[in-house]
């Protein structure tokens, strides 16, 4: 049995997926909204005493970055030290000379733990912080044009978004609403009028986003009160949503 040495803190949270059951949660692992980039990997193995200077070890990993999605892009499977990606393209052929078409085939990656990560998992323990407040939050993010709850959404069809206390308000006040945010913190905002706006739910296009992964954000001033909030609120899912 392998020793613990590292603990995910994890909130207990309603499982919308199950509606009707009252007692049903799910783990959300607290994150901190900490996500870490190659200057981080960096940072780190300059700390342990690497004598290669910083921006050379940057300028490594991201030319091994580079070299791995051109690899992806040349039909090859990747294997590191972290994970597995596999090239995949999802959608039905009907017929045996049927050819590939853009709005059914969408070209991604099966992406999977490597055997050293899955052994690095298992020194991993769980801590429960308890069931997570009742404030303003995303549960679950559904593809109307798939029905995919995994993160995948599709650029030009809706998506609907599950919570509590969502609802963007006042309506047209500048810097609200609802943006998808890329690695690189560039914000694209959803201009297209939102089809339903409610506190737990609210139905919106998906803009023509790049393929890729993206940070769902809500920024509302809602309130149950009569009044609306002074300052906004800033809501995000725990789960990235990906572009194929």
Known sequence: MSTINFFWKVWLR????????DNDYIAEVSTSNNTRRNEDIVQRIVDLGSEIKYDTLLSILNQRDRIVRE???QGSSVLTGTCQYTPRITGTWLGSSAKFDPEVHKITLDIVP???MREALTQVGVEVLGV???GAFIGLVTDTATGATDGSITPGDDIRIEGDKLKIAPEGEAGLGIFFVDDAGTSTPITHRLTQNDPKTIIARVPALQAGKYTLRVVTKFSTSSTTLKEIRQIEYGKQL???
Not at 14 to 21: F, S, Y
């Open 14 to 21: 309603l499982n919308l997926l199950t509606k009707d059951v």
């Open 71 to 73: 690899m992806l892009q």
């Open 114 to 116: 490597s055997a050293e």
């Open 132 to 134: 997570k407040d009742s």
């Open 242 to 244: 990906v572009v194929s």
